[in-house]
């Protein structure tokens, strides 16, 4: 049994003092799949080294994360760009709307979405897509952008029902995580009602750690937990869970080995 996790930060300074040893508990427990989002220029030399270190596992992508995107955002699109003149990627991500944080950035966040789904329709791949608090910014950017060169991943998705086919009308998986085993997570209500082909699975390691690791740090084993909450939602077997959901993620991340 071999899960995939399609978004998790494994760079992140929250797993310095024992990364090899959390990315071994993974592959342990059978993820073999590791999916790497961008978050800025400070950080993309922290997943060159990971994937040197683990080239069978991870699977990189190139982007610039909404809550990065400041005064100084020209230069960090550049340097995305720059990077896919360089080498290839699996996807544009992740990229998308943050109005948690800053809500002044509004603008800005917008034109950097808008120019990297642009980048990874040039590059004919899928964009992952960080929403938080601005679903209807994120949608109305994904209406002037649909067609059939618009594809990929709705990460971490937190929204209603009518929100998810709303997502997956714009060809996007629901990426589905911790949330999913919150008491308060309310998207267990309806994901049944979801057909599991729209559906993979994620942790966003360091963060959002499923029952019973919820507040504390997130590691990517833990999408095994996922797993099993949606063996529950969707009345199947571990195993058929985990097939399922990684060939979905096949077919998001274009041209990768098959498990």
């Known amino acids: 049994m071999q899960f995939t996790d399609t978004h998790t930060h494994l760079y992140s300074e929250a797993f310095d003092e024992d990364q090899d040893l959390m990315i071994q508990r993974a592959i342990d427990a059978g993820v073999t799949r590791f999916f790497i989002p961008a978050i800025d220029s400070e950080y993309t030399q922290r997943m060159y080294d990971l994937e040197t270190a683990y080239p069978d596992h991870m699977f990189l992508m190139m982007g610039l994360h909404p809550t990065h995107v400041k005064e100084n955002y020209e230069e960090e699109l550049a340097h995305v760009e720059a990077q896919f003149e360089k080498r290839s990627f699996y996807a544009v991500g992740e990229i998308g709307i943050d109005l948690y944080w800053d809500k002044s950035t509004l603008g800005i966040q917008i034109d950097a979405f808008k120019r990297q789904i642009q980048l990874a329709k040039k590059y004919k791949l899928p964009i992952v897509i960080h929403c938080r608090e601005a679903f209807d910014e994120v949608f109305e950017v994904l209406e002037s952008e649909k067609g059939d060169d618009l594809f990929g991943i709705f990460h971490c998705f937190t929204g209603t029902k009518e929100q998810a086919l709303q997502a997956i009308g714009y060809n996007l998986k629901l990426g589905i995580g911790g949330v999913v085993t919150f008491k308060n997570g309310k998207i267990d209500q309806f994901l049944a009602e979801i057909p599991i082909e729209h559906i993979v699975l994620e942790t966003d390691a360091p ?33 058929e869970i985990a097939r399922i959901t990684s060939e979905n993620a096949n077919a998001v991340f274009m041209n990768i080995k098959a498990i």
């Open 207 to 239: 963060y959002l750690s499923p029952v019973p690791y919820r507040g504390k740090r997130n590691e990517s084993s833990y999408v095994t937990l996922v797993a099993e909450k949606m063996a529950t939602i969707y009345q199947k077997p571990l195993d």
